[in-house]
């Protein structure tokens, strides 16, 4: 079985598995690539390079793809990703329903499955979630033995915090060990994030952030979310908990970020005015109708957003911001046209070589996409530092 194991191990065992990865990595950036250009890319000896191949090629995570003729002597082969090389499990778990996904090595779902929920009590999920993952490795008999790993997806905070007993909390998991129980139970390594970092992941992976190594993704959830990527890797604070940003005041009478700036403030802004909009489809639709009721909401969030950016541009620095979410993607596409960006920012560069707010995925499997791009991630994390 193909498993990644994230526990420390020996200084050589750890270089060992961070080579692996970073050749992955650069096989994956490529496309397909020979041996010799990603010993001079890593910095590493072609011995080197060509003993983690052969290890990938036997493992199955790799394939020959022919070879290039790129001068006198012999051709080099190049090397390319199996998709069937390993799957990743991705598990979003909301209050009212659990989201699987199974993805393969390329980022591409190969099952997905959504269940409703009634309970959120912890033996009650994780009976859901080991089904879950019975039925998907059922579908997919290559991925039994190629397993990477699970990302899950709950929604934060984490622990016990001054911001708990939000409308989001789940019955009876802030003082459990959420990761140790998902681990035990699926018998896989578990990687635990909330969905905002989820959904940054996988725009990394496969989606409109793969060209950026640091930048922050503002999440439409219930709430609003903050996932930030420096480097590559997520910015995770010290308990799992960096980017709650929803939660930040934007006024002196008790306001916050997404009481403007998030699906339960849209929804409870129409509902108000007597309107349905309890899904994604329900809000394109009004969108579509440029509903008055919402086109004033989108007015006052425009300039949330914005208020958001200057917070995220200023403390973060990041090369762009991306929206994305479970909101359609005409309202996604409203806004980040109507967004003030601010002036005052250390992102207002005239010769900013990107787009300072663009759109990224939406729909409401994106966290749970995302949940498996964390482990695709670990497996194909390719940053130079990590080569010795």
Excluded: C
Aim: aromatic letters at 6%; a negative charge; glycine letters at 12%.
């Amino acid at each position: 079985m193909v498993v990644l194991n994230f526990q420390e191990g020996s200084n050589a065992e750890r270089s060992r598995f961070r080579n692996r990865q970073a050749v992955l990595g650069q096989v994956r950036t490529a496309g397909a690539i020979g041996r010799a250009e990603i010993a001079r890319t890593l910095s590493l000896t072609t011995q080197t390079v060509s003993n983690i191949i052969a290890e990938l090629l036997q493992d199955g995570m790799l394939l020959e793809n022919g070879r290039l003729n790129v001068g006198r002597g012999l051709p080099a082969m190049q090397y390319t990703l199996n998709p069937q090389g390993g799957y990743a499990l991705g598990v979003e778990v909301r209050p009212d329903a659990i989201f699987a996904a199974l993805l393969d090595l390329n980022g591409q779902a190969v099952t997905t499955e959504r269940i409703a929920l009634t309970k959120t009590e912890p033996d009650v999920v994780i009976a859901h979630v080991t089904d879950l993952y019975a039925r998907a490795l059922a579908q997919v008999p290559t991925a039994t033995g190629r397993m990477l790993g699970a990302g899950v997806v709950m929604p934060g905070p984490f622990g016990v915090t001054g911001i708990t007993g939000m409308g989001t909390d789940l019955t009876g998991w802030q003082e459990v060990d959420a990761e140790a129980l998902f681990t035990y139970a699926l018998k896989l390594p578990v990687v635990l994030s909330n969905d905002a970092n989820a959904a940054a992941m996988a725009e990394r992976i496969n989606g409109v952030a793969q060209e950026f190594a640091s930048f922050a993704y503002l999440y439409f959830g219930a709430g609003l979310g903050l996932g930030l990527v420096n480097g590559g890797q997520l910015v995770r604070g010290a308990y799992g908990n960096a980017g709650e940003i929803g939660h930040i005041p934007i006024n002196g009478h008790g306001g916050k970020l997404e009481d403007g700036l998030s699906r339960h403030s849209v929804q409870r802004h129409l509902q108000q005015a007597g309107k349905d909009a309890h899904d994604i489809d329900a809000l394109d639709r009004l969108f579509q109708q440029n509903d008055p009721d919402l086109m004033a909401w989108l007015e006052t969030a425009s300039l949330t957003l914005g208020h958001a950016i200057t917070i995220v541009e200023n403390l973060f620095d990041p090369q762009t911001v991306v929206l994305g979410g479970a909101m359609p993607d005409s309202i996604l596409d409203y806004l980040v046209a109507h967004a003030p960006l601010p002036e005052v920012s250390v992102s207002n560069r005239p010769d900013a070589p990107h787009t300072r707010l663009m759109r990224g995925a939406s729909g409401r499997m994106t966290a749970t996409m995302g949940a498996a791009a964390l482990i695709l991630n670990r497996a194909l994390s390719s940053p130079l530092s990590h080569a010795h």
